[in-house]
């Protein structure tokens, strides 16, 4: 069965304090990895989309990464305003249009 | 340009209810998903419409039923709520290319709450 989970379930970052996120993945095939941003009580926000094993992307502190089993989310140097819900999703190969969340990983950054 | 929007953003019902939520999706997509969330929990798959057909379903009952408009809007219909349909609603749209699905962009979201 296709399942995604998310680690830790929620991380508390002082400011400057850098750290990762852990996305592992189990489907029969895969055609994208995505990473969303969720604040509270709003929709998903996209980040980045992964396809294949050793793809990387970045956008201002964070940088995305991709294994056969796994994608990390870093967050480099976090400030207050990149506390949210950082959600992962998967597209798996046979279903072109499904997509499957884990739970999140709710992130808190202090001053 | 403009987001997906989504209407209403809350609205409170009792059981046995009927309900629909609407959206419109980004400007120059043509497909719309639609997911229920869970508090603490991430989206569930309801279904997907494109060129007006339900085009695929995830493992919800029949009393959710949707539909899409030549203008690319759609529609989640609930019937009979049960309190356990108490979620926030959330419509994503793509844009199909080449057969493939890209990215899907999603809108504020719906709550529902069934009293």
């Known amino acids: 069965e296709d399942q995604v989970t998310q680690s830790p379930e929620a991380l508390r970052l002082q400011e400057g304090e850098s750290s990762s996120l852990n996305c592992s993945y189990t489907v029969s095939g895969l055609r994208g990895l995505f990473w969303y941003r969720q604040d509270p009580g709003k929709g998903p926000e996209f980040l980045f989309t992964l396809y294949s094993a050793g793809e990387e992307k970045e956008k201002e502190r964070l940088k995305a990464t991709l294994t056969k089993k796994e994608s990390f989310l870093h967050i480099t140097a976090p400030k207050p305003e990149d506390s949210a819900t950082y959600l992962c999703?998967?597209?798996?190969?046979?279903?072109?249009?499904?997509?499957?969340f884990g739970t999140g990983t709710r992130l808190q950054v202090f001053p | 340009d403009a987001g997906v929007t989504q209407s209403p953003t809350h609205l409170i019902k009792t059981r046995g209810q009927q309900v629909t939520l609407r959206c419109s999706p980004k400007?120059?997509?043509?497909?719309v998903s639609w997911y229920q969330q869970a508090l603490g929990q991430g989206p569930q798959f309801i279904f997907q419409?494109?060129?007006?057909?339900?085009?695929q379903r995830g493992n919800f009952p029949d009393r959710f039923s949707g539909h899409q408009f030549p203008n690319y809007s759609s529609e989640l219909n609930v019937n009979a709520l049960l309190l356990g349909d108490s979620a926030l609603y959330l419509c994503?749209?793509?844009?199909?290319?080449?057969?493939?699905?890209?990215?899907?962009?999603f809108g504020p979201g719906t709550r529902l709450l069934v009293l």
């Open positions: 994503a749209s793509s844009l199909e290319q080449g057969g493939v699905k890209v990215t899907q962009y």
């Open positions: 400007s120059g997509h043509d497909t």
């Open positions: 419409y494109y060129e007006e057909e339900e085009r």
């Open positions: 999703a998967v597209r798996p190969s046979y279903n072109t249009d499904k997509l499957i």
